[in-house]
T-cell receptor, first 112, second 112 residues
Framework: GAGVSQSPRYKVTKRGQDVALRCDPISGHVSLYWYRQALGQGPEFLTYFNYEAQQDKSGLPNDRFSAERPEGSISTLTIQRTEQRDSAMYRC??????????FGEGSRLTVL | GENVEQHPSTLSVQEGDSAVIKCTYSDSASNYFPWYKQELGKRPQLIIDIRSNVGEKKDQRIAVTLNKTAKHFSLHITETQPEDSAVYFCAASGTGFQKLVFGTGTRLLVSP
């Protein structure tokens, strides 16, 4: 597609359930980033990949969060045993490694 | 790690006035400083960026200045228009555009 695609756009889940958020980056973009954005706040770095290699995962809040990009294209962010504090907009971005990040529309997660 | 602070959090101006948003960063190794605009309900989009080898960059009504010694950079918007109303985020990262750290955002409101 022409832009970064994320799914689902909206996810409502009960506390304790696992969720998987998917990101399909712009074709040819080698770098892929995951950010979390709370309402009224700036994007908070979670992790990023170059091709299939996870280069930095220092922003993942705890071990319930994980991400993968097995073939260097589509990426999945997984949150296990969700908690209410995990509720946020999760944004994926991709880049040609020129600096500019192209963000997706985001996946809004609500944990009840 | 890098920490980016942004001021003011809100800014109201009359159409035609200038607007200035300021950011400071903590990591002297940072060398890439982009600005993103996020309209209500939309994804963040890059509007201008500057690298540490220059002190100022201009693109029509917007300009960014960088003071590496003081570790601060600013966004200047001249002749503001109502369509400039949005949240603006500054950010900083080091070599290789790895971990882009965002500020907390400035909500700009331009009144006709």
């Amino acid at each position: 597609g022409a832009g970064v695609s994320q799914s689902p756009r909206y996810k409502v889940t009960k506390r304790g359930q696992d969720v998987a958020l998917r990101c399909d980056p712009i074709s040819g973009h080698v770098s892929l980033y995951w950010y979390r954005q709370a309402l009224g706040q700036g994007p908070e770095f979670l992790t990023y990949f170059n091709y299939e290699a996870q280069q930095d995962k220092s922003g993942l809040p705890n071990d319930r969060f994980s991400a993968e990009r097995p073939e260097g294209s589509i990426s999945t962010l997984t949150i296990q045993r969700t908690e209410q504090r995990d509720s946020a907009m999760y944004r994926c971005a991709s880049s040609l490694n020129t600096g500019e990040l192209f963000f997706g529309e985001g996946s809004r997660l609500t944990v009840l | 790690g890098e920490n980016v602070e942004q001021h003011p959090s809100t800014l109201s101006v009359q159409e035609g006035d200038s607007a200035v948003i300021k950011c400071t960063y903590s990591d002297s190794a940072s060398n890439y400083f982009p600005w993103y605009k996020q309209e209500l309900g939309k994804r963040p989009q890059l509007i201008i960026d500057i690298r540490s080898n220059v002190g100022e960059k201009k693109d029509q009504r917007i300009a960014v200045t960088l003071n590496k010694t003081a570790k601060h950079f600013s966004l200047h918007i001249t002749e503001t228009q109502p369509e400039d109303s949005a949240v603006y985020f500054c950010a900083a990262s080091g070599t290789g555009f790895q971990k882009l750290v965002f500020g907390t955002g400035t909500r700009l409101l331009v009144s006709p």
